[in-house]
């Protein structure tokens, strides 16, 4: 963490002051070169957290190599441990709305017709401001190695083609070496693909003038009015390039940093006259990505490709919706990635689908988990719009409150986890499966026979672990029944676990 004397000053006036010094220095995140696949975004693969906004750009600023963020509470609870003597860094979350009790015109609560308070939700007259210090996994023992990634090239270049078809742009490959976007006319203007380097290089600058693109008024609606050398034109390229680099790693494309060095002097003279200007660039980089990546078709598919689908079609759908106008800190969709990464780690898989209920009050998403054998288990996670959750087994609730705590929802789903691996064993579902006969003699059939009351006792003491009289009974009844067979003992049965040009407006790459 900075020193004393930083931590007192505003959290956007420390990125300001840090970014500076690194655009000066020719270091700043999206002043170097990325190669594809390679990892440096930050994020938290404890909650499956993508860091967004001014966080993003303050830890991609630490100078780790490992993109890899927790909190203390986090590394310990997979096991690992914070080095003496590191120091984190504080990141922060800003609240701009909150679900407050609807009033009448007396100032009273209003009910429903159960009783319950009725909740809206209001824009905040002054954002909550939440703090949190994290650790680099630089800083932690015993995590495993960060994984290498990199998608087959035509793969990611699918992709990365599909996103530009889907968008409807109009592309247009009439340049000799020169890449812009053209407000006056809605239009981007490139090379042909095969006069840049790599095919890499070709969808990393398409992509960055798709960004500007999306500032067209029918769009984003941002400021696109200034020539090159201008403070708005400045503005404008700072958020393209923050936002490139955010898709050149989620397509595993790289990021060709282009002219950044046309740009510096106009961003640090836009950063010290204006230290929040960091804020809204990154928010507005955020929406950028968002847009952009949004226009991938079958985006979810491709993430779970190879594997059974996690994620219904109509959940998708509805959970990008949401995201779209989710606040920093509760995202929907990073609740989602955050309890399926917590499953991940016991070898468990959650699926998530729309909440079927009808209910004013129901959640918006039933997430389900299955455990190791594929199989189903009594736990359930309810989502709601504004992405707390509440996690149940068996239909108890674990938590008191619902909320989309990074560490305490993850700890409730291991919570569960936990009470159906070691519960099962003893606290047999109704849905068991026999185990395979064994081939028996006369002496094998009359010691079972001579066992039977003992059989039927344990067979009683193991019922009582069912919550229903009506599963209960039909236990003992096959119980009774094998016995009078000459079956195995139900002591045997085995329970399954269900566990450019100076004033030109062209914004040129």
Known sequence: MAGSKDTKKPYYEQISERLIQQLEAGTAPWQKPWEPGSHRMPHNPVSGTRYKGANAIWLAMQGRSDPRWMTYKQAQSVNAQVSKGEKGVAVQYWKFRDRVPKRDENGKPVLDDKGKKVMVSVELDKPKVFSSVVFNAEQI????????????????????????????????????????????????????????????????????????????????????????????????????????????????????PGQHAAYVKSWVRVLKDDPKEILRAARDADKIRDMVMGYEPNRDQHQEQGQKATITPAAAEKLHKLDKDAVEGYSPMESWKMMQAEAAQHGYTARIDVNKDQDDFASQFVIGYEDRNGDQTGIRTDMYADSKLETSIDGRRLSTFISNDSESQPRHLREAIQEHEQGKASQPSSSYQEAPQKPQDAETAQEQGDGSALSLKLAEKVAQGFKSDADRARFMERVQERLGQGAEQPSDIRIRESAPAKGDSDMER
């Open 141 to 256: 023992k015993g995590l495993p190695p960060l994984e290498a990634k990199k998608e087959p090239a035509w793969d990611r270049h699918e992709r990365a083609e599909s996103i530009l078809k889907a968008s409807g742009a109009d592309l247009h490959h009439d340049q000799g070496d020169r890449a812009f976007y053209r407000p006056s006319t809605d239009s981007i203007h490139l090379p042909d693909q095969g006069q840049f380097e790599s095919a890499d290089r070709y969808y990393s600058t398409a992509l960055h003038e798709l960004g500007h693109w999306t500032g067209h008024p029918s769009r984003l609606d941002r400021d696109l009015s200034g020539g090159f050398g201008s403070e708005s034109y400045a503005k404008e390229e700072l958020r393209a390039e923050i936002s490139s680099l955010m898709i050149g790693e989620e397509l595993e494309i790289g990021h060709d």
